[in-house]
């Protein structure tokens, strides 16, 4: 893919790439978060109460692995697809547990996301089904080898959406604080 130009397959690889790198950053701080504290990450997980206490556990050592699985998936030639739409189904199926407690009024108890403390609020289900969205583009888009500085420019464009998608994040973190705080429902 190196030369005069990138052809219209080649911008296409690069998307994915590009997309894998977001993936294994923004999977990499979820799961070292969830292994830093494995016990508080079990105990978001018993908070959803989607499974019994039996299951909690092992279900939480699951996740973290799955995460750990997509971050590996991505530095392995072949499998970013398969790793992304792991990713994705993660994602999703995060998704679903936030949206039954949501539905259920239990918007008080935290996500568990990894970063910046955050109850589960609808943005959230917007977050992770725009990510997975992401995710599934990435997945679906042709795979090529790719050249030294295309590989770079790849990292660095992850990388940079990364940040925004640290950013973004902060912000509905911040948000949920404000609303808690003018509810005066803050823990």
Request: net charge positive.
């Amino acid at each position: 893919m190196s030369g005069a130009g990138i052809e219209a397959s080649g911008i296409g690889a690069l998307a994915s790439a590009a997309v894998a790198a977001f993936a294994a950053f923004l999977f990499a701080r979820a799961a070292l978060h969830k292994a830093w504290d494995f016990t508080a990450f079990t105990g978001f997980v018993q908070d959803y109460r989607l499974l019994p206490e039996a299951l909690v556990r092992l279900a939480a050592a699951a996740l973290l692995l799955a995460e750990g699985l997509v971050v590996a998936a991505m530095l392995i030639p072949g499998a970013r697809a398969f790793g992304l739409m792991l990713g994705a189904g993660l994602l999703l199926g995060y998704g679903i547990a936030m949206a039954v407690n949501v539905a259920r009024g239990r918007r008080h108890i935290e996500c568990g996301c990894g970063g910046a403390v955050q109850p589960v609020t609808p943005a959230l289900l917007a977050r992770n089904a725009m990510l997975a969205m992401l995710l599934i583009a990435g997945a679906l888009a042709p795979a090529a080898p790719l050249g030294l500085a295309e590989a770079a420019a790849a990292i660095a464009a992850g990388l940079i959406a990364f940040a925004g998608y640290l950013m973004a994040d902060q912000l509905l973190s911040n948000a949920a604080y404000l609303v808690r705080r003018e509810q005066g429902t803050l823990q």
